[in-house]
């Protein structure tokens, strides 16, 4: 993690109880629907979410060097806004969302020990081409209100 980028006042109260965070691109209807499935799968609470288009996610992103503009990838952060913060995209994000999620989808989990140049070719073919297969929004979703408290951007 860059420690020389610090958190606003703002931020740091919004992450204070976050262990795992995960930013998508909030006008992608694939992303979309993957919160939507990691919502259905995660009885205990564990994921908070929000959109690459929020503020929290450029400054998140930034602390790390990442490119928030770039929008063809999922961002997983483990223990946002400490010094324990880590941060995993594209297939490695996935996968370890996967991972922790109840059901049989936490076996692909085990996709992790292939080299993530192969995995990512995938996840780079899938994000080229996200938006003609599962549509593009106007603007991002709002959640239900059952979830909202989940997503730290709305």
Known sequence: MTETKQLTEKNITRLASVRALILFDGVCGLCNKFVQFVLNHDSQAKFHFA?????????LLGRHGADPTLLKTVYF??????AEERLYSKSAAALRIF???EGPSKLLKAFLIVPAPLRNVGYDLVAAV???????????????????ERFLDV
């Open 99 to 101: 991972g922790e999620l």
């Open 51 to 59: 959109s690459l288009q929020s503020d929290l996610a450029k400054e």
């Open 77 to 82: 952060i483990r223990n946002p806004g400490t």
């Open 130 to 148: 996200r938006y003609k297969i599962f549509g593009k929004s106007d603007t991002c979703p709002l959640p239900k209100a059952s979830d909202r």
